[in-house]
Structures are given as structure tokens and as C-alpha cells.
T-cell receptor, first 111, second 113 residues
Framework: RKEVEQDPGPFNVPEGATVAFNCTYSNSASQSFFWYRQDCRKEPKLLMSVYSSGNEDGRFTAQLNRASQYISLLIRDSKLSDSATYLC????????????FGQGTELSVKP | DTGVSQDPRHKITKRGQNVTFRCDPISEHNRLYWYRQTLGQGPEFLTYFQNEAQLEKSRLLSDRFSAERPKGSFSTLEIQRTEQGDSAMYLCASDRSTNEKLFFGSGTQLSVL
């Protein structure tokens, strides 16, 4: 089983749509959770951290379910500029703390 | 520019040659990471340093790969006797500590012919 698994993509949605990405992780000791965004041929950049209580940043909402070891990202009112690959990232807390990346889910927002 | 910088941006080499990449992290960051990314996959962890100490090396990394961070600042990643399967984007990243935002460099794209 992969340490971090994401929905297979790509997701093709029209502008204005709401889209949700799911992610599961295998290490129950993990403490830190993130969503990163990666544009084509660019480096990954932090989109948002994910907190136990859930958190929102504008059109983006992240949720964490520790019991199920599940993380989600919801994008509302999607824009053309949201087109990118979204990477679920989890720390390997009891094995050095390094960040483990999922394979990424590609999102394409169409006019 | 005070971000993470990597050099070179692109490297084309013939199979069997050795290559070396350099990464300069953000100056106050004491942790430095190397990741490898192939098309359609997320970044795959290779190794990381806290200051000059190499704390972990991925089991997936063969003995042909070696990384150093001699003075706790810049780091080098060397691949000896390159193989076509080594073709990938090699990403360097740095942060100050656990739970901090990870900053990536633009990467070095390696093509082994």
C-alpha cells in the first residue's frame, strides 16, 4: 500500500463547478498534512495546511479525518487558473518527519 | 532572489556518465531535501539533511546516488554511471523544521540518452 494515495485524475470540470479531491494516508502517527499545487513544468507550492478542525481559505476548504486517515480538498466556484495538479502531502512523523507526496490529481477547468 | 536555487536547470548526458547537481537552500533553513519526480507522479523522497547530517536515505536509492551537505549550507547530489531510468526532474527543497512550509527549487531536469 502506498503511503499517500490520491484519487486518480484527471478531473475535467467547467468554470464555476465545485470539485473535491480525496486522499488517504497509511501512517497513523502522521501529524502534519498539506495540499500543494503544482503547475505544469513548475515546482510544487504550498496551497494550504490541513488542520484537524478543518480550515478554509477563500474558495478552498480542507478537511482531515484522523480516524479514517483521510484528507480532502474542496474547490468551490472553480476558475480557469485553478487548472493544475494538486498534491496531497503527509509527514512521516515517527520515521524522521519527512514529507511524503501523493501521486497528484490533475485538474483541468474549462471555459 | 532568496528562494531555493538549483543548478543546472537542465542536464543531458549519455548513459554511463556521472552527473552532479547543486542546491542552495534558503539561508536560514537547516533542513534540506532531495526529491525525484517523473511525469504523472508526485515527488518521490530521496534523502534529507538537518544541517550537515544526512538523516535518511530512501531505500529506493541505489548506491550510485550520493548526496552531501558539507557545511550545512548548499548540497550536491551525484549520480554515478547514469542509466536511462534516472531521467527525471530532481527537486531540492528546504524548511526550518517539521510543520513548516516546504520551499522547492525549480528543479534540475535530467535526460539520460
Amino acid at each position: 500500500r502506498k503511503e499517500v494515495e490520491q484519487d486518480p485524475g484527471p478531473f475535467n470540470v467547467p468554470e464555476g463547478a465545485t470539485v473535491a479531491f480525496n486522499c488517504t494516508y497509511s501512517n497513523s502517527a502522521s501529524q502534519s498534512f498539506f495540499w500543494y499545487r503544482q503547475d505544469c513544468r513548475k515546482e510544487p507550492k504550498l496551497l494550504m495546511s490541513v488542520y484537524s478542525s478543518g480550515n478554509e481559505d477563500g474558495r478552498f476548504t480542507a478537511q482531515l479525518n484522523r480516524a479514517s486517515q483521510y484528507i480532502s480538498l474542496l474547490i468551490r466556484d472553480s476558475k480557469l487558473s485553478d487548472s493544475a495538479t494538486y498534491l496531497c502531502v503527509v509527514d512521516n512523523y515517527n520515521q524522521g518527519g519527512k514529507l511524503i507526496f501523493g501521486q497528484g490529481t490533475e485538474l483541468s477547468v474549462k471555459p | 532572489d532568496t528562494g531555493v536555487s538549483q543548478d543546472p536547470r537542465h542536464k543531458i548526458t549519455k548513459r554511463g556518465q556521472n552527473v552532479t547537481f547543486r542546491c542552495d537552500p534558503i539561508s536560514e533553513h537547516n533542513r534540506l531535501y532531495w526529491y525525484r519526480q517523473t511525469l504523472g507522479q508526485g515527488p518521490e523522497f530521496l534523502t534529507y539533511f538537518q544541517n550537515e547530517a544526512q538523516l535518511e536515505k530512501s531505500r529506493l536509492l541505489s548506491d550510485r546516488f550520493s548526496a552531501e551537505r558539507p557545511k550545512g549550507s548548499f548540497s550536491t547530489l551525484e549520480i554515478q554511471r547514469t542509466e536511462q531510468g534516472d531521467s527525471a526532474m530532481y527537486l531540492c527543497a528546504s524548511d526550518r523544521s517539521t510543520n513548516e512550509k516546504l520551499f522547492f527549487g525549480s528543479g534540475t531536469q535530467l535526460s539520460v540518452l
